[in-house]
């Protein structure tokens, strides 16, 4: 079975700091990983994915993960916070042959201080 | 592309009623989703279509909702008998292909209060 642990549900930073939001996952058969982030009173939009080519992957809105198979993890990070980053933000897996379902984790909700 | 739409966003509704949703996806987009998610949880998969044929639900999906996608296109998602427990954004998300890594492209979502 696949899941996701998102440790820190809450997550604040200033503007301007560093941004550094964990996802752990487990799975039996190399993963399919995906960042979502998600704004009040909206959908869920794709930051990034990984699907084993490159293990660092690119995002929209300057966000990146690298993807380390021998840490079980993928955690997203911005080099620098901006207000407007602040949302919920979810990490999710899934892997090749399955039905395509994506398992989420829990969320971290994301504020960002003056 | 106008993105996926979910009608109606908000519904307030009794316990014991009918309820169902309507979802848009992406035109041309052959995998169709639905997900529920509650406070503080992150979404869980519900069932899922390829074109008009439903290839899985989830065990979360009782015999109280029923979801259909009868031309491959809109999809629609009925609860019946509400009950409070079913208080929760319901989202559809759609896809093109059959892939694992195809990006799932997310509607607003629809919320459920029942009273």
Redo the contacts between chains.
Sequence with gaps: AQSVTQLG?HVSVSEGALVLLRCNYSSSVPP?LFW?VQYP??????LL?Y?SAATLVKGINGFEAEFKKSETSFHLTKPSAHMSDAAEY?C?V??????????????TLLAVQP | DTGVSQNPRHKITKRGQNVTFRCDPISEHNRLYWYRQTLGQGPEFLTYFQNEAQLEKSRLLSDRFSAERPKGSFSTLEIQRTEQGDSAMYLCASSLGGQAQETQYFGPGTRLLVL
Excluded: D, E, M, R
């Design positions: 549900s399919y979502y009173n909206q959908g869920l939009q794709l994915k699907t979810f999710a899934t892997h090749p042959g399955a039905t395509n379902k994506l398992i989420f984790g829990t969320g």
